[in-house]
């Protein structure tokens, strides 16, 4: 049976609450799977109590068993069969405490209602605390993260056979999102995107009835679940290159200086450097390529942190964010080139950092 011992001593490590209140909706909250481990079961409308030693899950009889049979080892699980039985368990629970809530995700009614029942003797915001503790990942979800991201290769690897004149941005990411599913991913960690030729453009362009044709861009960012966390990789092909044509050198070079972009950001990400720093290592090889003729056209921040969300705890890779880096944090390096009416080039791949230097995913 796995602890939750670690990660509540993270949540609460600063913290002016004695309890937190994590509420599912419709939509899980990323942080209920976080201290709970869950990797299956709905648990709509559950609320989960955390302290610093301890969790109660108050849920239906829906969910009871799936919650039995997973729960960490700190973790009380109360069936709750009344609204009256569940009002007296949130008061025997919180009265008198310091009570946190996740005010990033809980709904204003919502956390209304659960406030006056609670008898808290104060309420706070929890949220950042929450977020902090989810940078740093434990070898275990890097582990997670790890495996989301070799699930996502094998569907790279897999995905050419599929290249074929005519078939559309849809089919295509239809058939990757496929293939995830046939080596074990868990779900997608976002909803793929297929970009075709100068559709590759836009970053984030949502697949459509445009036909892959030869000597075009065929952009594809996509990623696994693995266990609840997530991996985020792109690649960019270029479909039956005509190198004799006015396109074909241009696109070529485009790839060229972004992988250049990507390996000069990872050269210099490691625990201590400023995380602006690896943004403007990728931008200048950007920038200066071919006498600034690509300049400009890197339109986004290098990363964003991967866990159990695709953009998980707050942390990034950014010209105009400055954070030091630490050791356990997950980072995707994805830098682009776009030329709107041409197409766009990305290659992203997920690194964490360590002391030494980082290492891919």
């Known amino acids: 049976m796995r602890s939750a011992g670690k990660r509540l001593g993270k949540v609460f490590s600063g913290s002016k609450a004695d309890a937190m209140v994590v509420l599912n909706t419709g939509i899980i909250d990323s942080n209920f799977l976080y201290l709970t481990g869950f990797t299956s079961g ?44 569940f009002v007296k368990g949130i008061g025997s629970a919180l009265k008198g405490k310091t009570v946190g809530f996740n005010l990033d995700f809980i709904p204003y009614a919502r956390y209304g209602k659960l406030k006056r029942i609670s008898g808290a003797r104060k ?23 790890r495996k989301a991201n070799a699930i996502t290769k094998k569907a790279f690897a897999g995905i050419g056979e599929y290249f074929k004149e005519g078939v559309t941005e849809r089919e295509l990411a239809a058939r990757f999102d496929y293939i995830m599913g046939e ?59 005509d190198r004799k044509s006015q396109r074909y050198p241009m696109m070529e070079e485009m790839a060229a200086v972004v992988e250049g972009a990507q390996e000069a950001a990872f050269g210099i990400a490691r625990a201590g450097v400023d995380g602006s720093e690896v943004h403007m290592a990728a931008e200048r090889v950007i920038e200066t390529a071919h006498n600034g003729k690509y300049r400009g056209r890197f339109i986004h ?44 080039v990305r290659k992203e791949d997920d690194m964490v950092i360590r002391k030494g230097r980082a290492q891919w995913l």
């Open 301 to 344: 921040s290098l990363g964003h942190s991967i866990g159990i969300d695709v953009h998980d705890g707050g942390a990034g890779l950014s010209g105009n964010l400055h954070m030091k880096l630490e050791e356990g944090m997950v980072l995707s390096n994805e830098p682009g080139i776009y030329m709107e009416g041409f197409g766009g």
């Open 123 to 145: 309420v706070v915001d929890s949220s950042k605390e929450l977020t902090r503790a989810r940078v740093l990942k434990d070898e275990e979800e890097i582990e997670n993260i």
């Open 42 to 85: 709905v648990f709509e409308d559950t609320v989960l109590v955390a302290e610093p030693d301890r969790l109660t899950l108050f849920t239906s009889a829906l969910e009871y068993q799936t919650a039995i049979e997973q729960k960490p080892k700190e973790m009380e699980v109360v069936k709750v069969e009344t609204r009256a039985a």
């Open 183 to 241: 080596n074990g991913a868990g779900g997608r960690a976002f909803p793929t995107i297929v970009a075709f030729g100068k559709n590759a453009a836009s970053p984030h362009h949502m697949p459509d009835g445009t036909r892959m044709k030869p000597n075009s861009f065929v952009l594809i960012d996509a990623g696994a679940r693995h266990n609840n966390y997530c991996a985020d990789m792109t690649r960019t092909a270029i479909f039956k290159p």
